[in-house]
């Protein structure tokens, strides 16, 4: 079975809305696979959407009629078929390529500091 038909992409979800809830709601348009909430990995707290995966393919259609712009959790979703994430260059901070650090001065030793 082909899973990448069957992903749906779920936003503008409640910082509230968890993994169980997500499951909850979806299994009520058919047999859910899975239902997680993409969470910040440093804080932990939701990123506001998430995906669910339905067993069959004929329950995709079934839960975007359900759900896109429905309330959930006291906010409207949205929600359609997932598209595969794109390849984005990586990301530099600072411009350069070694995380923002352009060198030439102690990185403890700015002139902020203050002279005692």
Do not use: C, H
Not at 4 to 29: C, H, I, P, Q, R
Not at 85 to 97: L, Q
């Amino acid at each position: 079975m082909d899973t990448n038909n069957n992903k749906l992409y779920v936003g503008n979800l409640s910082w509230n809305t968890t993994d169980d809830v997500l499951l909850e709601a979806f299994s009520k348009a058919g047999e859910v696979e899975s239902a997680q909430v993409i969470k910040d990995n440093m804080s932990g707290r939701s990123k506001g959407f998430g995906f669910v995966t339905m067993k069959n393919n004929s329950d995709v259609q079934s839960a975007i009629d359900m759900w896109n712009g429905k309330d959930l959790d006291g906010r409207e979703i949205v929600v359609n078929i997932s598209k595969p994430r794109e390849d984005r260059p990586r990301r530099t901070f600072g411009g350069n390529s070694n995380g923002g650090y352009r060198g030439g001065q102690d990185r403890n030793r700015g002139s902020f500091r203050r002279s005692y």
